[in-house]
Structure formats: C-alpha cells, structure tokens
C-alpha cells in the first residue's frame, strides 16, 4: 500500500518556542493531507485539511495562527506549532490519499509532541 | 450535529472467540463506512470499507455490515487471536473525496 512518512516520531521544546512536523506522502502524490492531534486514550481530533498550491481549510475550533499548515508540493505538508504551550503537548498525525486507490486513508506513524 | 459513537468500554474477549463491535452514527449520510485499527503510539492502518449498497463485507477473519436503516456498522474479528488487541475506529464518509472524522474507538483486549 501507499506510504506516508512524518517526522520526525518525537519532540520536546520548550513553552514559546515553534515546531515543524513534516508529512511526506512517498509513492503517490497527495493533493490533500489531513492533520489530526489525539489526546491519551481520545481519538483522533481532525484539525484542519491541506490542499496543495491553497490555504489549509481548519476545523472549528482550530486556531490557524497557532497551527500553520503549509502544503507547498504534492508530496510534502508540514505543520507548524507555533508559540507551543504545555497545553499542546499531544500525538500529531497526518493522512493522505492516494487517488489512484480507493477512499481509504494511509496515515503516518504520528508526531509525539512534549511542551515543556 | 452528526455523532459517532463507539462502544465506550473496552471490550475484553478469550482467544478464540468472535468480537464484536458496533459503530453507530447520526446525522450522517454515509456513501462509505471505514473501520481502521490504531495500535498505541501508532498512526491508524486501514482495514476495511463498506459501501452503502452491500449489506457485509469480508477480509479474511474480518467482517463488516452496514445497515443504513438502523445507521449503524457492525465489525466482527472471528478467531480471535492476542494479537488483535488494539483500539479499532470507525468512519463514515459521505463522498469520496470527504474529510475522514473518526469515532473515539473501542479498545478490544484478547486474552489468551
């Protein structure tokens, strides 16, 4: 199946300082992505949808000047964490599809994110 | 506001016998329902998808049905082996090109 590669696995910074999570789709070319975060033993949360060459389309909810989402290349969406909290410190992941397959979504092995 | 609910508990089930675990939603008018498994630490991997004209779908010890009368999915894992164990998500979709929002999952545990 399709391969979808994020980076990097985990991540400690520290309060105000700004992380970027990579999303790379490896063998299909992804016009949309999506990120979600998940809170321990919660699902995962939908948080916003990156459509290569235009602006991400958020969540309710969902600041964009806290999460910027940039999907400058079929194969590369990154979000960035900006001013990062303790408060953000969750498991970030993204999915992608490939159009070639059917409806389903591979997903990327998550971000584990600690605001310290 | 659409819903999708999950059975809450965790789902605790001997090794050898069929699990089953329910997916309902509201508010939703699915064309497709996906049911993906997460392992802890883990992204989700896909399982199987289930249109809304077929009734039950089958992958191996997997199978999935969908009433659309009831709304509501059904995902049975017969022989079930320790292995199994993870938390396994529910997502209906109306099109195909739609954004994927999940249920909160079950967590199924089998005990040898």
């Known amino acids: 199946g399709a391969v979808v590669s994020q980076h990097p696995s985990r991540v400690i910074c520290k309060s105000g300082t700004s992380v970027k999570i990579e999303c790379r789709s490896l063998?299909?070319?992804?016009?949309?992505m999506f990120w979600y975060r998940q809170f321990p033993k919660q699902s995962l949360m939908l948080m916003a949808t990156?459509?290569?060459?235009?602006?991400?389309?958020?969540e309710q909810g969902v600041e964009k000047d806290k999460f910027l989402i940039n999907h400058a290349s079929l194969t590369l969406s990154t979000l960035t964490v900006t001013s990062a909290h303790p408060e953000d410190s969750s498991f970030y992941i993204c999915?992608?599809?490939?159009?070639?397959?059917?409806?389903?979504?591979?997903f990327g092995q998550g971000t584990r994110l600690t605001v310290v | 506001s659409q819903k999708i609910e999950q059975n809450s508990e965790a789902l605790n089930i001997q090794e050898g016998k069929t699990a089953t675990l329910t997916c309902n939603y509201t508010n939703y008018s699915p064309a497709y329902l996906q049911w993906y498994r997460q392992d802890p630490g883990r992204g989700p991997v896909f399982l199987l998808l289930?249109?809304?004209?077929?009734k039950e779908k089958r992958k191996e010890r997997l199978k999935v049905t969908f009433d659309t009368t009831l709304k509501q999915s059904l995902f049975h894992i017969t022989a079930s082996q320790p292995a199994d164990s993870a938390t396994y998500l529910c997502?209906?979709?109306?099109?195909?090109?739609?954004?994927?929002?999940f249920g909160q999952g079950t967590e199924l545990s089998v005990k040898p």
């Open positions: 997502a209906p979709l109306e099109d195909q090109g739609g954004k994927l929002i």
């Open positions: 063998d299909f070319q992804a016009t949309t």
């Open positions: 990156s459509n290569e060459g235009s602006k991400a389309t958020y």
């Open positions: 289930i249109r809304e004209n077929e």
């Open positions: 999915s992608a599809r490939d159009p070639g397959a059917d409806t389903e979504a591979f």
